[in-house]
């Protein structure tokens, strides 16, 4: 994907400036100012170091001049005076040396913790957000991830490039100027006027430059993009015999990639030469005039001068070869900056939180005419009224995309009705102060979310400061003990090498470990085997004494002995009652349960059993 197209997707353009940029890192630059003062002072230092060879060899040169004319040489006056001269510079780079490495520590320094700080930053705001974020258009984790990478990395590059490239440039080739304009005007003035005629090169080789600079950056991602492409679906590839066709369209896009970046090479080096052109020609432009100047006896025109502005001019020219550079990173922050910037600005999506912090949560849910639609428009649930009694089981069926999932979503405030009210224990669910709901409410998911470590590490996510003996118990409640003993390295393993029933067990052990009063089970049982589905129910059936549990199933097993049951569709609630009554009222309830009979074959079943 091209940078353009990228800062499109995150439905914004291209409108801060350089000073727009700036003023938004400044906030994150300030907390360093002791070490800016200490970079900048070096940088300053550095700067006058570089203007030493021009005075030295002005002085040196109009010295040796002297000592050949005033008719007085001698070898021993020579030798002082080389030695002076060696002494200086020599010194000069000593003292440059030292300079430069702190100067670049310091610089560093800056850049490294401006890169942690935006970091932590948008990690904390992220983290802060509520679930709409990240179900929203252009949010999605990939995308989110490139824009946050790209953010920060090229947010501190323009750090680094301000602090340690640009500024000790650019301070050099101020006093350099200066320097010039005080020895001769019109040589300052010669040097002055070449640097527009370098402005006006760079600008135009930024801009054609741009636009293949994103070609090439879009077609090395679609290699990218391709290469993993191939490796995720080798065996699908393979099976249908398709590696030629893959070889083809890599290879297709290797010879534009090949072309693009020949083409970049050959605009970059015909501006670069163009350059140095220009550059020599201020050169050459500058030794003839301070050449004449010296013969015809300009005042102050000594012939030590001569060598003396052309070293002081080759210190004005040198920040402007970089310049080009700097603008593309430039132009990159600017697009970078506005997808970062606009995560850590999205204060409208910051979860809200009520403060009502109850001593203990009974379970009782009431839901009222409620809507509710995704970002994304789907109107998910619609006049929504229905309540969950506390101490008891309540199952939601419904088809497949009748909202059931969305209503789970909906009581553990992850998601905000559209309208309507939804009250747990009398109270609405935004006056709850939101870490004490989601304390007090336990989830097993579809999806279970087993996150890159251990074993243990994932079964303790349920409570942190459980002893390991807990952890234990919580893994054979889940009847994943023994499979968890049986490996390797037992606890330690790691998680993500479990089979997805396995992974299933998981979270059911760290649901079991967290212990809440309320339950929210969505498909607990979906990838388990028979066996460990019935293991599983036995166990989930034991800790649901006494608690508020919402059960979502399509399977009729788990459904049957809930003592309440919701049948949805399309969003809201078209049946209601014990499972035993609503069976024989018929409709989309006895339908399900039908068809479910029917799909486990239950008659075969039942003449097998007897
Ligand atoms: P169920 O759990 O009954 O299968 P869901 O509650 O998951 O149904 O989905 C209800 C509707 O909302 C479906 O049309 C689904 O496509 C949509 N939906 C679910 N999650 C999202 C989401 N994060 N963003 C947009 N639409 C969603």
Redesign the pocket.
């Known amino acids: 994907m091209s940078t353009q197209n990228q800062s499109k997707d995150n439905g914004q353009t291209s409108k801060m400036g350089i000073g727009g940029l700036l003023k938004k890192l400044l906030p994150f630059v300030l907390p360093y100012r002791w070490l800016l003062a200490i970079t900048l002072t070096l940088t300053f230092l550095g700067a006058t170091m570089s203007q030493v060879n021009a005075i030295v060899l002005d002085k040196a040169v109009d010295a040796i001049n002297d000592l050949m004319h005033s008719g007085g040489f001698a070898w021993s006056k020579a030798a002082q005076l080389l030695l002076v001269v060696s002494a200086v510079l020599l010194g000069k780079e000593l003292l440059a040396a030292f300079i430069t490495f702190g100067q670049r520590l310091f610089g560093e320094k800056i850049r490294i913790n401006v890169s942690r700080d935006l970091s932590l930053r948008v990690v904390k705001r992220i983290l802060s957000f509520r ?2 974020f ?2 929203a258009e252009g949010n999605e984790p990939g995308k989110l991830q490139t824009r946050i990478d790209r953010g920060v990395m090229s947010l501190s590059n323009t750090v680094k490039n301000f602090f340690i490239d640009i500024l000790p440039l650019f301070t050099s080739a101020i006093l350099a100027l200066v320097l010039m304009f005080a020895a001769n005007v019109y040589v300052g003035l010669v040097a002055l006027a070449i640097i527009p005629i370098y402005f006006v090169i760079t600008a135009r080789q930024g801009k054609r430059m741009k636009g293949w600079r994103r070609n090439v950056f879009g077609t090395h991602q679609a290699l990218n993009h391709g290469i993993m492409n191939i490796i995720e679906s080798i065996g699908v590839i393979k099976s249908f015999n398709r590696e030629q066709v893959e070889d083809d369209r890599q290879a297709a896009l290797q010879e534009q990639s090949t072309d693009q970046q020949m083409h970049t090479r050959r605009i970059s080096f015909l501006f670069e030469g163009l350059k140095s052109f220009v550059e020599q020609i201020g050169t050459v432009l500058i030794i003839i005039l301070t050449a004449y100047l010296v013969l015809t006896d300009y005042p102050g025109m000594t012939i030590g001068k001569i060598m003396y502005h052309v070293l002081l001019f080759n210190n004005v020219s040198a920040p402007i070869r970089q310049l080009h550079r700097i603008y593309d990173d430039l132009n990159d922050a600017l697009i970078y900056a506005e997808g970062f910037f606009g995560i850590l600005e999205a204060d409208h999506e910051v979860e809200c939180s009520g403060s009502y912090r109850p001593e203990s949560v009974k379970g009782d849910f009431a839901l009222r005419h409620v809507d509710f639609t ?8 619609r006049d929504l009224t229905m309540d969950i009694a506390a101490g008891k089981t309540t199952a ?1 069926v ?12 909906l009581l553990d405030k992850f998601y905000t009705p559209d309208s309507g009210t939804i009250t747990l224990d009398g109270v609405p669910l935004q006056d709850w102060d939101t870490q004490t709901l989601r304390e007090n409410i336990g989830m097993v998911l ?1 999806k279970n979310h087993i996150f890159s470590g251990t074993i243990e590490e994932n079964i303790r996510y349920g409570n942190p400061q459980a002893t390991f003996e807990e952890v234990e118990h919580a893994a054979r409640q889940a009847y994943i003990y023994d499979q968890i003993m049986a490996l390797p390295d037992g606890f330690q393993s790691q998680a993500l090498q479990l089979s997805g029933g396995q992974q299933q067990r998981i979270a059911i052990a760290r649901m079991f470990l967290k212990n809440p009063p309320i339950i929210f089970l ?1 498909e607990p049982t979906a990838s388990l085997d028979a066996i460990a589905t019935e293991q599983i129910k036995a166990a989930i059936d034991a800790i649901k004494q006494g608690r508020t549990v919402i059960v ?1 199933s399509h399977n009729i097993g788990q459904i049957i002995d809930s003592d309440h049951l919701y049948v ?1 569709e399309t ?1 809201h609630v078209v049946q209601q009652g014990h499972p035993a009554e609503l069976y024989h009222e018929g409709g989309l309830y006895k339908q399900i349960f039908d068809a479910s009979a029917r799909s486990m074959n239950v008659d075969k079943i039942a003449q097998e059993l007897s």
């Not at 995704?374 to 649930?381: K, L």
């Not at 419904?398 to 979503?409: E, R």
């Open positions: 679930m709409s990240f179900s995704y970002a994304n428009g789907t109107h998910a649930i939601l419904g088809l497949s995309g009748a909202g059931k999932s969305t209503i789970v979503n579809q969505d979502i949805l969003g």
